[in-house]
């Protein structure tokens, strides 16, 4: 595990060094390459990572794990629990986590286009007349990583951990080789050196935050992938070999650069003897495609779980291993992203020019985060007093300086990350809202169930076998066995009401998920239970259940599996706004069918339309 959590969990952060010092020297606001502002450089970029990861992220942050899963909806399943009795601060916490993690999709598109190009810019110094080649060169590897997902990342996995252990194995090598030249530069370690800096150096100081930052994006990844490895592997891996080696190297840079200025223009790159550039740009590319695959597989991750949770339509999920639950592949979100991603290496065209746009939504996240994680520890680890309180208002205090050092970036690009979050903030609040409002809108028109069937006639013809009808409410009839009575006169012999139910956990045991109810001797009111990682496999399901708690036996050749496709009709009344009505009914439109998600055989399927207004 422990080389695995090295493989995937630190790509993104553990390839900060290629572009950090970089856009702090020779960016859009480059600082003079002399002792004081390298060594306040440095003193920011340790006691940055010091504060942000060491402790918020790897210490705290991730004690707050829902049954070992993290990310921005696991913490938010947690303070819904948390705040229960308060609604308003409940409804504020959800805005707030769903906006975090709507802020990842933008962030999401960002790291593997500025990871990819800035190593295949390393070309500019191991072979000069390749320099034309970057951009198409850094398109052609996108691509080719964007198609072979679909194959999944098993194949992959085992060199990852290796890879990018030889990977960290070298930052620590390149920066004691470069330390050892000009020992005077661990005198950054002091904080006072960050702050004689920032003191002297005033608003371009303050600007220069926006280029330290980068050497903490990526810790986000730390708490998401949680549920992967666990925190043990992770802390280890982090405090063991990760911090050691990203510091040495951040140093061996400041060395570099006290006594060769020159190599401001891409210190990384000059850290080594001029025989290494070409390997070290080979190592370099291979370290930032697996930082590029940990996001996408992040991106797919945390789309299942909005889907999950109800604040996305259904989507196409293939999982590519039998083994891992959490390997899977979503042709939507992985074409889409590739899209965005070919489009900003186009559209920038360097790693200068795309950290201008990066660090907005990775700060917007982390200040979310803290405070959310700061409303958890006060509502339900036990935490109080002015320690506690004047704790959080310092890490609050350095996020919102970085956001908004950041955040002067928006007019030079910074906008991208922000449209793209706000973008998915509206479409995952409209399907949260639309759902919310058609399934009251089917409740109040549904007949209750147990009323109905205390109508069922005898006269009914019955045929062989078992129809199950899947339905949103439980306690209403679905509107497919209506339609069904109407047309064909008919029902099985035994009947299912079933209803899939996704509670705020990542995963329910398998022998766990069904619960069922015996209404009357020939039907059953059955709800599958999911946690928010779950695949929601309904024969599956049923087919591991005992027949004990089934109360019948489950015999897929006699399943009939009856659907409803509600098509939702924008209309004058009270509801959402006009445009997100006609918003919701485009989504509806183009979810994935609830027979393909659920996994029903479609030779057992039959799907019933019906218009519901909202």
């Known amino acids: 595990m422990f080389l695995s959590a090295i493989g995937v969990v630190f790509g993104d952060i553990g390839t900060s060094p290629l572009y950090a010092m970089k856009e702090a020297f020779a960016g859009p606001h480059p600082l003079p390459v002399d002792r004081m502002h390298v060594l306040g450089v440095l003193s920011l970029v340790f006691w940055t990572v010091m504060l942000v990861v060491s402790i918020k992220y790897v210490a705290i942050i991730m004690r707050a794990d829902n049954e070992g899963e993290g990310s921005s909806f696991a913490l938010l399943a947690l303070l819904q629990k948390a705040l229960s009795s308060n609604p308003q601060m409940t409804a504020l916490a959800g805005t707030l986590g769903v906006f975090a993690a709507a802020l990842f999709y933008g962030d999401s598109a960002i790291t593997p286009a500025i990871s990819v190009l800035s190593a295949v810019e390393g070309l500019q110094v191991a072979a000069p007349n390749l320099a034309p080649w970057t951009v198409p060169i850094a398109i052609a590897i996108l691509v080719a990583l964007f198609a072979i997902q679909s194959k999944g990342s098993a194949a992959l996995g085992g060199a990852f951990g290796v890879v990018m252990l030889i990977w960290f194995v070298v930052l620590a090598v390149l920066g004691i080789s470069n330390i050892g030249k000009s020992p005077g530069v661990l005198a950054a370690l002091s904080p006072h050196y960050a ?7 005033g608003w371009i100081g303050f600007l220069a935050l926006g280029s330290v930052v980068l050497s903490v994006t990526g810790a986000e990844a730390l708490y998401a992938d949680m549920g992967h490895f666990g925190r043990g592997p992770i802390r280890l891996a982090w405090y063991m070999l990760v911090w050691p080696a990203l510091m040495l190297n951040y140093f061996g840079q400041g060395a570099l650069l006290l006594t060769n200025p020159e190599a401001a223009t891409n210190p990384f790159f000059f850290m080594g003897p001029s025989w290494s550039a070409v390997p070290m740009v080979m190592l370099a590319t291979l370290a930032t495609i697996i ?50 991603v070919v489009a900003l290496v186009l559209g920038f065209g360097s790693s200068t020019n795309l950290a201008s746009a990066y660090g907005v939504a990775v700060t917007g996240t982390m200040m979310i985060t803290t405070t959310l994680v700061a409303l958890l520890a006060f509502n339900r680890w036990g935490w109080n007093g002015k320690f506690a309180i004047g704790f959080f208002v310092l890490l609050l205090a350095v996020d919102v300086a970085y956001f908004l050092a950041t955040a002067t970036k928006i007019t030079h690009g910074g906008w991208f990350p922000l449209a793209a979050g706000l973008l998915a903030f509206t479409l995952m609040t409209t399907w949260k809202m639309g759902r919310k409002l058609l399934h009251a809108k089917l409740r109040d028109s549904a007949m209750p169930l147990q009323e109905f069937l205390g109508t069922l006639s005898s006269r009914i013809s019955r045929v062989p076998g078992t129809s199950v009808f899947l339905t949103s409410d439980p306690d209403g009839v679905p509107l497919a066995m209506l339609h069904n009575l109407k047309h064909n006169h008919v029902l099985h012999e035994r009947v299912v009401v079933m209803t899939v139910k996704v509670v705020e956990r990542p995963r329910v045991p398998i022998g766990e998920r069904i619960v069922s109810e015996k209404l009357r001797d020939d039907v059953f009111r059955v709800t599958m239970v999911c946690g928010f990682m779950d695949d929601p496999d309904v024969p599956k399901a049923l087919a591991n259940a005992k027949r004990t708690d089934l109360g019948f036996d489950y015999e897929p050749l006699r399943f009939s599996y009856f659907l409803t496709r509600e098509t939702v009709v924008p209309s004058a009344e009270p509801g959402m706004a ?13 979810a994935t069918t609830t027979a393909d998600f659920f996994h029903l055989p479609l030779n057992r399927v039959v799907e019933l339309g019906g218009h519901v207004e909202i």
Do not use: C
């Open 578 to 590: 006009p445009w997100r009505e006609e918003l919701f009914a485009f989504m509806m439109r183009s």
């Open 291 to 340: 930082a590029s695959q940990a996001v996408i597989s992040g991106a797919f991750s945390v789309t299942r779980q909005a889907i999950q949770l109800g604040y996305l339509p259904r989507m196409n999920i293939i999982h590519t291993s039998e083994k891992e639950i959490g390997q899977i592949y979503m042709p939507f979100v992985n074409w889409a992203l590739m899209l965005a």
């Open 195 to 201: 702050v004689a800096f920032l003191a002297h150096d």
